[in-house]
Each structure stands twice: as structure tokens, then as C-alpha cells.
């Protein structure tokens, strides 16, 4: 199972030089329930930007680069030897962005966790568009905003609906 976790603005925004757009604590606790004990796969601008090694999963970084390494990340070429190392480690697999590699990726994987947020800011990097023929939202829990999280948002599941 290859599982894509994003969140986006009303505008399918994700990010802006090189940073998340938002402060939502209870959206990053959500995304680190969804994918501790599993492998993470990510491009090497995400992989910077957030500047260390998530802990308690195997962070797999794409790069093309070749003299570029850090300490408690497996650096890979591409996104099939991003896929093919992860599923090695465990069946359930999470690919954690960004925009270039979830352009990449959307089409190979069954299941998309969406954090809806109920903004729209200025961005540099988009989802791409899930397509309705494609996807099938499954899930849907709605989030007020408080004290601690700016925006309304809600977690989405979408299932690949699959071909007959
Ligand atoms: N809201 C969210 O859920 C979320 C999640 C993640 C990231 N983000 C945001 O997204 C932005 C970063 O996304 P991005 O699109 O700029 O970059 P990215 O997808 O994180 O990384 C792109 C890099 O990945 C490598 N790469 C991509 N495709 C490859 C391939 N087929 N083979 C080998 N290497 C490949 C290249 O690295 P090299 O240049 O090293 O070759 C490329 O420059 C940031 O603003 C971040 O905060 C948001």
C-alpha cells in the first residue's frame, strides 16, 4: 500500500520557499500517527526543509544529486528505488512530498491522506489535481480552528478507485 500524505490550501497550496504554509500542531500529530513505524519517502527540498531525520521511521531521500549525504537517511536516485528499498522495510509505505515528487508519484499510489485547509496563501508549489474518475473520498473528519492551529481544516482519505 503506498500512501501519499499532504496538506493543502483551497488552492491545492502546499508550500513557499521552501516552507510549510501554515502552524497546525494537531495535523503534524496526525501525520506522525499516520507514518511512525513505516518508511517515508521524500524529495530532497522537503528532506531540507524540514532539516533532520524524522525519528522512528526510515526517511528515504530522492535526489539526483551523487556527493550528497547526511547522516540517518537513505539517499536514493529515483522514485523506483525510493519504492522498491521502502517496500523492502514494510507493505505500508508513505510518500511525505513535495509538490515534485507528489506530481510524480500520484498516479502510483492506492491511497491519498489530505489535510484540507481552510485557507488560501500565497505558494510556490501545488498538489496536482486529484481527479474525481480517479478517487474516491472515504474518510472525512472536519477540524475548527483554536487557540493552537490558525485555520479550519479537515482530514480527507481518498481511495484509488480501482479499474475493472
Ligand atoms: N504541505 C505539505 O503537505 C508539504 C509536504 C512536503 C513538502 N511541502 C513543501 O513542498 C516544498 C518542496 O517541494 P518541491 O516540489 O520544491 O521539492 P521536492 O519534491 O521536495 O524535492 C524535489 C527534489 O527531489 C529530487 N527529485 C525529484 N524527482 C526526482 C527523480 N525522479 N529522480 C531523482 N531525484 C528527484 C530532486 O533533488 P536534487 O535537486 O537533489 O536532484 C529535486 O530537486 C516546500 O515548500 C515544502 O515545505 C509541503
Redesign the pocket.
Known amino acids: 500500500m503506498i500512501t501519499i500524505?499532504?496538506?493543502?490550501g483551497k488552492n491545492r497550496e502546499?508550500?513557499?520557499?521552501?516552507?510549510?504554509?501554515w502552524h497546525l500542531p494537531k495535523d503534524l500529530k496526525h501525520f506522525k500517527e499516520l507514518t511512525s513505524g513505516h518508511p517515508i519517502i521524500?524529495?530532497?527540498?522537503?528532506?531540507e526543509?524540514i532539516g533532520k531525520p524524522l525519528p522512528n521511521r526510515t526517511n528515504i531521500v530522492?535526489?539526483?544529486?551523487n556527493d550528497?549525504f547526511e547522516e540517518g537517511i537513505l539517499i536514493v536516485?529515483?522514485?523506483k528505488e525510493a519504492l522498491k528499498f521502502a517496500k523492502k522495510i514494510d507493505e505500508n509505505v508513505f510518500i511525505?512530498?513535495?509538490?515534485?515528487?507528489?506530481e510524480?508519484t500520484i498516479d502510483l499510489a492506492d491511497k491519498l491522506e489530505v489535510?484540507l485547509v481552510d485557507a488560501e496563501l500565497r505558494a510556490?508549489?501545488f498538489f496536482p489535481i486529484i481527479d474525481e474518475k480517479k478517487w474516491l473520498k472515504t474518510d472525512e473528519i472536519a477540524h475548527l480552528k483554536d487557540e493552537k492551529n490558525q485555520f479550519d481544516f479537515s482530514f480527507q482519505t481518498f481511495e484509488k478507485i480501482l479499474e475493472k
Open positions: 500524505v499532504v496538506a493543502m502546499i508550500g513557499a520557499d521552501n516552507q510549510l504554509l521524500m524529495g530532497r527540498k522537503t528532506y526543509s530522492i535526489s539526483r544529486k550528497w536516485g529515483s522514485i511525505i512530498g513535495g509538490g515534485n515528487i507528489y510524480q489535510t510556490d508549489t
